[in-house]
């Protein structure tokens, strides 16, 4: 047995090895080198200043000279409230809210498909496919939907085509959802923030019922429920924790963004568009930081709902 | 086999030629079965042995590519599970982790529309049965291994499947606990005189607990019977191997230890070590061998030994018998009838 009577030379010393120790010996130390410069950052640069940013909520702004009063107020929080400003708010709710739904309805089958039918190869060719368009630019995709949705462009030369030109009319003639033509509607804003936001939803519902083990669904079908119910019962409580935070991810960036709504839809603000011009042309900081306050009230609202409702219990 | 027959009555789980293979692999190749209704059915065989796709056959979790399954006389080939008199036990337990145990026991009372209060008494008789009653708030994830199990038995005993699938049931637990639900399962089986079908690996398990059992190898049934006939009378090499262990004979070495003129199994223990100058019982054959190895096993001793002609014998003898050795020469003796033929080999 060569194996048990060989010497083999003892491990090199040096001064990695000497630092490992201690290291290894006292895991903490590792752990608390490891994440102070992280900490630091999000800590000081980034939570910190949106703090300070917030904080001048609290002040306001005199009418006439233009420049920020520095003395406590709620004045400006509750200018929130003032008609136009609302509306500025529900606006853009309601349509983080219908973006966040077309995207839970549109990557639900997608997701599942991946996740319970598509072989290896289909598997990387999805994930290509969900990615891709996050490689492309912003604005580049903004553009081109602008040209899809214009009067001229291709969804209405199709719909034409397939003589839905009708019922393309019928829907730009309603009120609110319609307008002279999809580029300038908050339906075409819907779609092109649908199609920005739709990988962000598509790989948490994925990831969510990838988890989901294929005996639950077999024991749901044995004890006698059909696939439907098989659906309602198990797949959807339990894919639920990927459905919610992919709808974080849609409803906060469509909560924050403001040129979509700048390059296609109507002439009326949406909360991104109003912090962006309140703190620039018009200098008002006090009321974009109240207005920046919003959307990060709303998702702590939604995510208590979400909690309610036991959207995480399968986590 | 056709001394064990299942009886004439309608059975309670009936295969005919029945396969089903995956890609180039004949997992389940030509396997006819009948079952009778009440009865406790082990599948039992190697993993990849086709026992366990037998089982989701008969669940409806798979569907044959050729062949005939009835359960109770009704032809359930293209019928999906939910559509099954049957229930499965999942080797995993496959417990709905979003729900409460007693909501998980309810869940099939649930789709099946009965009201909210009917079901959780339901849920509560069932839970009582397999003795949890109380634990109907809990989540699966707050029970043991032992408990799970039993929660996937309530859950699929509290909608009164005509068959009861269980599959590996008792593979996750520990021994002392398999001990304790081996003689539980079998006794609500009794009690409720349902037909069990189960599935192992565990063939100390399989005879223990079984009216019959059916012994699986590479997609096929080699041998079906009582526990006993299975064990004392293997069919086949593979059955002998597989179902505790035997010295396996051709035609000329089970002649010369007093069997008939084909190939036989020995069991170990039926295997006697005389002492020196002592007789061996009557008819028995006794022959001389250089011990090779000794392994103590608890109850037993492993003795392994070679006679003069070349034929390697092992044979377990109490494991009080001390004082044998490697290299030294023992006498065996071989009594009447302990070499018996197998069947199923040439």
């Known amino acids: 047995m060569s194996l048990a009577t060989r010497d083999l030379p003892a491990p090199r010393e040096g001064v990695m090895r000497r630092l490992s120790d201690p290291l290894v010996r006292h895991g903490r130390l590792l752990t608390l080198l490891l994440l102070v410069p992280p900490l630091l950052w999000l800590g000081l640069v980034y939570l910190g200043s949106l703090f300070v940013f917030l904080a001048q909520s609290v002040f306001s702004i005199d009418e006439f000279s233009g420049t920020i009063v520095r003395e406590p107020t709620t004045a400006t929080l509750l200018e929130l409230f003032r008609p136009a400003n609302y509306d500025i708010v529900l606006r853009t709710i309601g349509i983080s809210s219908a973006v966040t739904m077309l995207c839970a309805v549109i990557a639900f089958p997608i997701a599942y498909y991946a996740a319970r039918y598509a072989g290896p190869k289909v598997k990387a060719a999805f994930y290509l496919a969900v990615m891709m368009p996050l490689w492309s630019s912003y604005l580049v995709k903004v553009y081109g939907w602008k040209l899809l949705l214009a009067k001229e462009g291709a969804i209405g030369w199709f719909a034409g085509k397939l003589g839905l030109g009708g019922a393309l009319e019928a829907w730009l003639a309603l009120p609110l959802v319609g307008g002279p033509s999809l580029s300038v509607s908050y339906t075409g804003m819907v779609l092109t923030f649908t199609y920005l936001w739709l990988p962000f939803m598509i790989l948490p519902v994925q990831a969510a019922l990838e988890r989901v083990p294929p005996h639950l669904i077999e024991a749901a079908g044995d004890l006698g429920a059909s696939p439907g119910l098989v659906f309602r019962t198990v797949i959807l409580p339990l894919a639920m924790p990927g459905v919610v935070a992919g709808a974080i991810f849609t409803f906060s960036l469509t909560l924050g963004d403001y040129i979509v709504p700048q390059i296609i839809g109507t002439s009326a603000l949406v909360l991104g568009q109003a912090v962006y011009t309140l703190q620039g042309t018009a200098g008002n900081i006090p009321l974009a930081a109240a207005f920046s306050l919003v959307p990060i009230l709303v998702m702590a609202l939604f995510l208590t709902v979400a909690k309610r409702t036991g959207a995480f219990d399968a986590l | ?346």
Request: net charge neutral; proline share 7%.
């Open chain 2, 1 to 346: 086999m056709h001394a064990h027959a299942a009886p004439l009555a309608t059975p309670a789980v009936r295969l005919a030629g029945v396969v089903r293979h995956f890609g180039a692999v004949r997992a389940v190749d030509g396997v006819d079965l009948a079952i009778a209704p009440g009865e406790f059915f082990a599948m039992l065989g190697p993993s990849g042995s086709g026992k366990t796709t037998c089982l989701r056959l008969i669940a409806g979790f798979e569907q044959p590519d050729a062949g005939h399954i009835e359960i109770f006389g009704d032809t359930v080939e293209g019928l999906p599970p939910y559509r099954r008199a049957v229930n499965t036990v999942f080797q995993d337990y496959a417990l709905f982790p979003h729900l409460s145990v007693g909501d998980n026991v309810a869940y099939g009372l649930r789709v099946r529309g009965i009201g909210r209060s009917e079901r959780d008494r339901l849920a509560g008789e069932a839970l009582a049965m397999v003795k949890l009653g109380g634990m109907e708030a809990r989540r699966p994830a707050q029970l043991s291994g032992g408990q799970r199990q039993r929660v996937a038995l309530a859950r699929a005993l509290v909608v009164r499947p005509k068959v009861l699938l269980l599959d590996e049931p008792l593979g996750a637990l520990d021994l002392k606990l398999r001990e304790e639900m081996q003689s539980e399962l079998k006794g609500l089986q009794r009690a409720l005189g349902l037909t069990f079908v189960f599935v192992t690996h565990d063939q100390g398990e399989a005879l223990s607990m079984a009216d019959r059992v059916a012994v699986f190898n590479e997609g096929r049934i080699v041998q079906v019977g009582p526990p006993e006939a299975v064990y004392e009378r293997p069919a086949t090499r593979f059955v002998a191997g597989f179902v505790g262990s035997a010295n396996v004979l051709d035609a000329r070495q089970s002649q010369a230890l007093g069997g008939p003129a084909r190939p036989c199994s020995l069991r170990p223990e039926k295997i006697l070590l005389l002492a020196p100058g002592a007789p061996g019982p009557d008819g028995a054959v006794l022959v001389a061998a250089e011990v090779t190895e000794v392994s103590y096993q608890g109850p037993v001793r492993r003795v392994s030994a070679r006679t003069s002609e070349g034929l390697a014998l092992t044979a377990a003898v109490p494991a009080g018998t001390t004082g044998i050795m490697a290299g030294a020469t023992v006498r065996l003796a071989v009594p009447k009838d302990a070499v018996r033929p197998m069947e199923g080999e040439e």
